[in-house]
């Protein structure tokens, strides 16, 4: 039985009934729609953190909320890096039979730009929540917003990958 088949309490088969050459098309063009809603969120982001230092209000900022920005600057970089990575990988390990490889390459590097992009919109809500409340509630409402986030990026898909391992 191919590993992408399962069998159900009653002993039926579940799954797609596909070799791995297809499975590997199919995850490969799942993973680029996933890619392209977060590839958008992100470039607009960091495009907006790049047009932060132009404003004329940047010169008032503390010595700490500088820091953030660069911190920010810096994350959202990273995340772009790790969130086209799949892209490149895939351009350059094209032709040489190599999709197995390159979606799973590609999608560590998906999870690794969302926890990234975790760590960048942290950073950006803490710099203009800052800004815009000047006290330290901006901190509490960063870590509930961050606590949201995990909740609905990692913790829902893990209890539902839980939830649906145990039934089987």
Not at 6 to 24: C, F, I, K, L, V
Not at 61 to 75: E, K, Q
Not at 140 to 166: D, E, I, N, Q
Request: charged share 20%.
């Amino acid at each position: 039985m191919p590993a992408d088949k399962t069998q159900d309490s009653q002993g039926a088969r579940r799954g797609r009934d596909e070799s791995p050459e297809e499975r590997a098309d199919r995850r490969w063009a799942e993973l680029l729609q996933e890619l392209r809603v977060a590839q958008t969120g992100v470039q607009i982001l960091f495009g907006f953190l790049l047009t932060v230092v132009f404003q004329p209000r940047f010169t008032e900022l503390s010595d700490v909320d500088r820091n953030i920005y660069v911190v920010t600057v810096i994350l959202g970089a990273t995340t772009m890096g790790a969130l086209v990575g799949p892209v490149s990988f895939h351009r350059l390990v094209a032709g040489q039979r190599m999709k197995e490889e390159a979606v799973v390459w590609a999608s560590r590097l998906t999870v690794c730009g969302l926890l990234l992009l975790l760590c960048t919109m942290a950073s950006s809500l803490l710099l203009i929540l800052r800004v815009a409340l000047h006290n330290t509630f901006a901190l509490w409402l960063v870590g509930g917003l961050v606590l949201w986030f995990v909740l609905c990026w990692f913790v829902l898909p893990a209890w539902a990958r839980y939830a649906s391992t145990a039934k089987d």
